[in-house]
């Protein structure tokens, strides 16, 4: 062995003399890791993986993916509006690229996957709000783009008039993303509907979009202006037709879940809010203007359901046998009065039974036109008592009281009679089941 090595010695000197050097010369120690932020990745420099934001992309000055994506929009906005001032003098070195930039806004180049859409703000809203509320460039995967075009092609014209959710909300999407995800969860859940064997991935879809459209939605109507009033109505407004499409689940009772909080219903008043703010004639203006065309609404070559089109000769049916909701309402209002302690109790539901009473009406009442022109306004009659909810109310339905439950089955026979609006399938069958449960025996006194 030792003459071998002589040999090898003698026939490759400098091989040796290297070897030797490698073994006096040690090399640091490091951790081996794929775990770092993409932002290092891009920077070709070792990330140490800190949480929530690595020391690397904090000390540069850039926004680390490792931090939750509206936080990390925020940073990269008020990062990128920091201009330079011109008569900086240039320090030495070579010149630093736009980091900020390139990692919030990346070009389009062949590395993108076939397919991939950029949605980003456009300098014609610019004005509409400030710069920290424009929407990021967001890329949509193919899913998602064919989700938006059935929401434009189907969904819209199945909710409302087409002109205010088919062309008025995808504009107000430009500068508020949250509208976006509102639009691509209900598109979804339609989706999942009208197509069964891939419903799985259509509801993935879905949930992730609608819970980012709710926290969207959340903030935007803490904080109402005159400038993002149109937005505030329509995302709440799609996120409530959103939580009905979602369908019900055990335990669930409309207004209240099982853990007590309903989101959409804090939505819902945040609409009520702004039409009482600003009126409807600010509202309802513009690109939301209802009346603003009369195109005929029916998607040609639709494949969901026919009753997603709401034929008018299937408005509704409150044909029940033996129930008569003239007489429930007043027999209630008189029990109501009767048997409440306290006199605040007594007129909250003297409130409700005359609400409730107003939605039978306008429900039965006739209308005139075609249906692709009404579409909604029984709906809209229905959620009419909902609108006019006080706290009072959903406290006395947490309690399990008996008229405030009795008053909510009213509402599922509503919901019920509804045809027409698949966002509602399912609900009033299922909201007087729970109350068959609640009320045991009492039921077959009151509701059908």
């Known amino acids: 062995m030792a003459s071998t090595e002589g040999e090898l010695?003698?026939?490759?000197?400098?091989?040796?003399s290297h070897l030797e050097r490698s073994a006096r010369k040690t090399r640091k120690p490091h951790k081996k890791s794929r775990q770092g932020c993409h932002t290092c990745k891009r920077r070709k420099v070792k990330c140490d993986e800190s949480k929530p934001e690595c020391e690397k992309c904090k000390k540069f000055g850039v926004p680390c993916d490792f931090l939750p994506r509206e936080e990390r929009e925020i940073r990269g906005l008020t990062a990128n509006s920091a201009s330079q001032p011109p008569s900086e003098r240039r320090r030495p070195g070579r010149p630093r690229g736009d980091w900020v930039r390139q990692l919030i806004d990346p070009p389009r180049d062949a590395s993108q996957p076939p397919g991939t859409f950029i949605r980003s703000s456009q300098h014609q809203v610019d004005s509409l709000q400030p710069r920290s509320q424009l929407s990021l460039p967001t890329t949509l995967d193919i899913d998602e783009l064919l989700t938006f075009h059935h929401y434009l092609t189907v969904t819209a014209p199945t909710i409302g008039q087409p002109y205010v959710w088919r062309d008025g909300a995808p504009q107000l999407g430009?500068?508020?993303?949250?509208?976006?995800?509102?639009?691509?969860?209900?598109?979804?859940?339609?989706?999942a509907r009208t197509n069964i064997l891939h419903?799985?991935?259509?509801?993935?879809?879905?949930e992730r979009h609608y819970a980012a459209a709710a926290k969207a939605a959340t903030a935007m109507v803490a904080d109402v202006t005159i400038e993002n009033s149109q937005a505030v109505y329509v995302i709440a407004a799609l996120i409530c037709f959103t939580a009905f499409a979602k369908g019900p689940k055990p335990g669930d009772l409309v207004l209240i879940a099982k853990d007590g909080s309903v989101a959409w219903l804090y939505l819902l008043r945040g609409v009520r809010m702004v039409l009482e703010k600003f009126g409807t004639s600010v509202v309802l203006s513009g690109i939301l203007e209802p009346n603003a065309t009369r195109q005929d609404a029916r998607p040609s070559g639709c494949s969901c359901p026919s009753t997603d089109l709401q034929p008018r000769d299937q408005r509704f049916e409150l044909s029940h046998p033996g129930w008569d909701w003239h007489e429930t309402l007043d027999k209630l209002r008189r029990q109501a009065a009767a048997e409440s302690h306290e006199p605040h109790d007594a007129a909250m539901f003297q409130r409700q039974t005359a609400s409730i009473a107003r939605c039978f009406q306008a429900l039965t009442q006739p209308r005139e036109g075609s249906s692709d022109e009404n579409r909604g306004l029984d709906f809209i009659s229905v959620m009419t008592w909902v609108w006019a909810l006080d706290d009072s109310f959903i406290n006395a339905l947490?309690?399990?009281h008996q008229v405030a439950l009795i008053i909510l089955g009213c509402f599922g026979?509503?919901?019920?009679?509804?045809?027409?609006?698949?966002?509602?399938?399912?609900?009033g069958d299922h909201v007087l089941k729970e109350l068959r449960t609640l009320l045991g025996s009492v039921y077959q006194e009151w509701l059908p």
């Open 413 to 427: 026979v509503l919901l019920k009679s509804l045809q027409g609006y698949w966002w509602l399938d399912g609900w």
């Open 199 to 206: 419903a799985p991935k259509h509801l993935s879809v879905a």
């Open 174 to 191: 430009k500068v508020y993303p949250g509208i976006l995800d509102a639009m691509l969860s209900i598109s979804a859940y339609h989706l």
């Open 9 to 16: 010695g003698e026939a490759y000197p400098q091989t040796t």
């Open 398 to 400: 947490k309690e399990r």
